[in-house]
Every structure is written in structure tokens, then in C-alpha cells.
């Protein structure tokens, strides 16, 4: 089965610092990699997702980018912080074309901006 | 496109209470189904999932849905609630198309359980 590392847990960072939050995948190949993050009281929001090395889709325009430099490595980056990047980052990973598995999620990192 | 509303962003029930938490999508074609618990802090963990088989379908700890396509809903229930339910839960959508961005999902409910 699919496991999704995050690290790290939390992350105290101030505003204009860079960011890099890591994700890896065990368990499959080639998987589809997604980035989420969680404000408060306003759900899951997609950040990127991709189907493999190089390829990165981004769903909303922000601070924030995204790459995948190996198959089962996903990094979410930024060069400079705003207090609005604060959340909670989730990373989340799905096997090709076995829809009905459904995503697996790593366990988040909590990214505080002061 | 797919969409998922989920009716009522906190819900509160008493512990041994049955929980009701509301799901409803909209598909232009058959889709597949799923619940998510979130506990605080952590990532979100599957609950139950339809994927054209049975139209009630059992989770872990107790809870299961019921896949109603004349009312295009897929609701949460659990006969008795206990306080470990204290979570959000997110319902998702996901149609069966070799689309990568697949997986569409609702606002969440937070559930309270008052002892």
C-alpha cells in the first residue's frame, strides 16, 4: 500500500524567509502527487498536482511553486513568505489510473508565518 | 465539472446520539464516492468509499453511507456517536476518467460530541 512522508511537522518561518516542504512516496510507482492546503474554515484548496517528473499542474496562482525532481519526491517551495501562506500543508498521492483507491495523505505540516 | 456540498459546517451531537452529516455532489457522470476523517493536526485518513458496488457502504469505527443517486447524496451516519468521533470530515467526489485532477472535495463538517 501507498505511504506519504511529510516533514517537516511544524514550521515557524518570517515573512520574506523561503520555504521548502518535502514530500515522498513509498509503496508505488509513478504516482500522482498533489499539494493541498488547509486555512482556517475554508476547507481543502488544491495548490498543485502532478503526473510525473517535471510535471507540475498549478491550480491557483500564488507565492508558492512546485517540483518534482524524482518519481516519488514532491517539494513545495517558495522564495519569499507572506502571512498569508500560513496553513496547514498536506501532500497527497494517488496511484495512475486506480480511481476507486481513492488518495492517500501524508500527515501534514502546520506552516505558521510570523 | 463535479462539485460536493457538504450541509452544515459544525454539527453537534451528544455522546450516544446518532451522527447525520450531509454530502451531496453533483456528476455529469457516474461517480465514485468518498469520506474523510481528519483528526486535529494530522492528514486526512478514508473512512468509506463507493465505487459502484454495494449503495451502502461500511466504514471503519462504525460509521457507513448510503450512495442515493435520485437524491445525488451520499451522507455520514453512525448509530451512536462517541466522543473519539470529534473530527472533520470531508466528503469527495472522483469520476472514473483518466483526468489527473480528479478528486473534487467538499468544505468540510467539524462534529462536536458533548458528553
Known amino acids: 500500500s501507498q505511504t506519504i512522508h511529510q516533514w517537516p511537522a511544524t514550521l515557524v518561518q518570517p515573512v520574506g524567509s523561503p520555504l521548502s516542504l518535502e514530500c515522498t512516496v513509498e509503496?508505488?510507482?509513478?504516482?500522482?502527487l498533489y499539494w493541498y492546503r488547509q486555512a482556517a474554515g475554508r476547507g481543502l484548496q488544491l495548490l498543485f498536482y502532478?503526473?510525473?517528473?517535471?510535471?507540475i499542474s498549478s491550480e491557483v496562482p500564488q507565492n508558492l511553486s512546485a517540483s518534482r525532481p524524482q518519481d516519488r519526491q514532491f517539494i513545495l517551495s517558495s522564495k519569499k513568505l507572506l502571512l498569508s501562506d500560513s496553513g496547514f500543508y498536506l501532500c497527497a498521492g494517488k496511484t495512475q489510473g486506480a480511481v476507486r483507491l481513492g488518495y492517500t495523505f501524508g500527515s501534514g505540516t502546520r506552516l505558521t508565518v510570523v | 465539472a463535479q462539485s460536493v456540498t457538504q450541509l452544515g459546517s459544525h454539527v453537534s451531537v451528544s455522546e450516544g446520539a446518532l451522527v447525520l452529516l450531509r454530502c451531496n455532489y453533483s456528476?455529469?457522470?457516474?461517480?465514485?464516492l468518498f469520506w474523510y476523517v481528519q483528526y486535529p493536526n494530522q492528514g486526512l485518513q478514508l473512512l468509506l468509499k463507493y465505487t459502484s458496488a454495494a449503495t451502502l457502504v461500511k466504514g471503519i469505527n462504525g460509521f457507513e453511507a448510503e450512495f442515493k443517486k435520485s437524491e445525488t447524496s451520499f451522507h455520514l451516519t453512525k448509530p451512536s456517536a462517541h466522543m473519539s468521533d470529534a473530527a472533520e470530515y470531508f466528503c469527495?467526489?472522483?469520476?472514473?476518467?483518466?483526468?489527473?485532477?480528479?478528486?473534487?472535495f467538499g468544505s468540510g463538517t467539524q462534529l462536536t460530541v458533548l458528553p
Open positions: 509503496g508505488t510507482s509513478n504516482p500522482n
Open positions: 502532478s503526473v510525473g517528473i517535471g510535471q
Open positions: 469527495a467526489v472522483s469520476l472514473n476518467s483518466g483526468s489527473a485532477r480528479q478528486l473534487t
Open positions: 456528476s455529469s457522470v457516474p461517480p465514485y
